[in-house]
């Protein structure tokens, strides 16, 4: 007796090769061990040579925005509070006080003049009221250098060996690139353009030679290389992206005496160090980042003589408020005032 053609058809289906079984349980992609690993390493970084900083100084328990570090001629390390405006210093053994109160002019970046200055860039409002206030070395006798009606947010800065100083516009998003890096000429001279259209442009730095100018894109994670000519005009051929990082956020930056580059990945709670042809080399954790503690890592500064490095950072709303940790670098620090 004959079989019905559709009963045999489904025979013949169900056996053949790739048909899956209504029975057959569905392929799962599952979580390594540990969970959605959100604070893991990139696997393109992983395998560089890693080192764990220690805690060296618990500046508060509230989670203050601590941002700009930079060491005096003294071996104090000052740096600022991003949203309540002061800056502070924390003597060599740790003890802090407070150098420029709190104030509405805001700070993001710290850079000390060869004649003892404070350099403070603040973003004032966070939209146009942005400015570069100048102090003398004890907090005092305020002056503007770059006022709120020029329209810059100004985040960071870093000298050049004639005095002026270079800094970045932190505007913009990853689709709309407003921002930029300028220079500020020595002795008051109108500001320069150097690269425009940036999104939200943020650390700077400039190698020992004082010919290369390192810019991070906080909004797109990208890293460029810009060849000077002179202090104003870019070489030909020499601006360039050279490195994308992975994940959220390049910030502050600084260089040491060998042309490597230490990198604030902030919302990572680590360090990426690249030499002067910005292949990553090494990285800096903060201890607690592998549970979510410390993520708010957003510059550092290398101590003059040593190869000493220190780095600041915010627990964020997860209680631990904000510390600074230090650990040894590849290199000496540039020395003190080198680019003045």
């Known amino acids: 007796m004959h079989k019905p053609l559709c009963f045999s058809l489904w025979l013949a289906l169900s056996a053949a090769p790739g048909i899956a079984h209504a029975q057959a349980p569905i392929p799962t992609l599952s979580y390594a061990p540990g969970g959605p690993q959100l604070y893991a390493i990139p696997a393109a970084e992983r395998d560089l040579p890693t080192v764990t900083a220690q805690l060296w100084l618990k500046v508060s328990d509230t989670p203050r925005q601590l941002e700009g570090p930079s060491f005096d001629r003294e ?14 210093k924390a003597d060599p053994q740790g003890k802090l006080s407070v150098l420029v109160p709190e104030n509405t002019l805001g700070s993001a970046g710290l850079a000390i003049h060869k004649d003892g200055r404070l350099f403070v860039a603040g973003l004032g409002n966070f939209k146009d009221t942005g400015n570069v206030m100048a102090y003398n070395a004890d907090g005092s006798g305020q002056h503007v250098v770059i006022d709120e009606k020029q329209k810059y947010l100004v985040d960071d800065l870093v000298f050049d060996n004639s005095g002026g100083f270079y800094f970045t516009d932190f505007k913009g998003s990853s689709t709309e690139p407003t921002g930029g890096v300028y220079y500020q000429p020595a002795g008051g001279k109108p500001v320069v353009t150097i690269l425009p259209k940036l999104a939200i442009a943020n650390g700077i730095a400039l190698s020992p030679d004082g010919k290369t100018l390192w810019v991070t894109e906080f909004a797109t994670g990208l890293l460029h290389r810009i060849e000077l000519k002179d202090a104003t005009t870019i070489a030909p051929f020499g601006e360039a992206v050279v490195y994308r990082f992975n994940g959220p ?12 580059l230490y990198v604030a990945l902030y919302s990572q709670g680590r360090v990426l160090v690249l030499n002067a042809n910005a292949q990553p080399i090494g990285q800096i954790l903060i201890p607690g980042r592998e549970n979510g503690h410390f993520l708010r890592s957003t510059s550092l500064a290398l101590k003059p003589g040593t190869h000493e490095v220190y780095l600041v950072a915010s627990d964020g709303d997860l209680g631990e408020g904000s510390a600074i940790f230090r650990v040894k670098g590849f290199a000496n620090a540039l020395k003190l005032y080198s680019h003045q």
């Open 249 to 260: 956020a390049p910030d502050s930056m600084r260089v040491d005496q060998d042309g490597n």
């Open 75 to 88: 071996g104090n390390l000052l740096f600022v509070d991003v949203f309540g405006g002061e800056v502070l």
